[in-house]
């Protein structure tokens, strides 16, 4: 009698296929948690797109290749993850065209996840880390929510008031180590 081994589920075999075709974007160009870089926002043919630049210059490295318009990334403070909004423009789903989603990216495997907010959550606007890169904070209106990174389930919930303070403040742009300016907007630019 022949024996057959047993077949792997067909999902493993997607997840394995998926996480074969990933590549870590910055790979060959910069060592992710050891190199400085930045995440920017610029134009691209199809939508906007994410890309990194070194402190030395050179070259911009493209992150995302998407047929969809890419904003606001959030690097986190090790450097191995950009949280980032995501928004398809379609004018044939006029109920969600526009609406941003929140998206990580893992930078040392190239590989991206979707952060789901409560189906009753106004639409997203701004992500951004704690200092210590635990908790991704996610403004939504007049709503903050956080979320566990990977490779915790991404579970939002809501800020409590008395942790308010700490996740605005995440939103800030500050200049300096320590921080000796924040960054507004002002007439149309930044002051």
């Keep these: 009698m022949r024996v057959r081994p047993a077949a792997a589920p067909a ?4 997840l394995l ?10 790979r060959g160009r910069a060592e992710v948690g050891t190199d400085a870089y930045a995440v920017f926002v610029a134009d691209a043919p199809a939508g906007s797109e994410l890309y990194a630049v070194l402190p030395d210059g050179g070259p911009p490295i493209q992150l995302t290749f998407s047929p969809v318009d890419e904003r606001v990334p959030a690097l986190s403070p090790d450097g191995a993850t950009v949280a980032f909004l995501r928004v398809q423009h379609d004018e044939r789903l ?6 941003p ?3 990580l990216m893992n930078l040392l495997s190239g590989v991206e996840r979707e952060v789901k907010l409560p189906q009753d959550a106004p639409p997203p606007d701004r992500v951004a ?3 210590d890169g635990r908790m991704l904070y996610v403004r939504a209106g007049s709503s903050v929510y956080q979320v566990s ?14 942790g308010r303070t700490a996740a605005d403040s995440a939103f800030a742009v ?8 924040r960054v507004v907007p002002c007439d149309g630019g930044l002051c």
């Design 11 to 14: 999902s493993a075999a997607v």
């Design 17 to 26: 296929l998926i996480a074969a075709c990933s590549l870590p974007p910055l």
């Design 94 to 99: 006029a109920a969600t065209a526009d609406r």
């Design 101 to 103: 989603s929140v998206w």
């Design 129 to 131: 880390w704690s200092r």
């Design 149 to 162: 990174p990977p490779p915790a389930e991404p579970e939002p919930t809501l800020v409590a008031p008395a």
């Design 174 to 181: 500050l200049l300096g180590e320590p921080a000796f300016a």
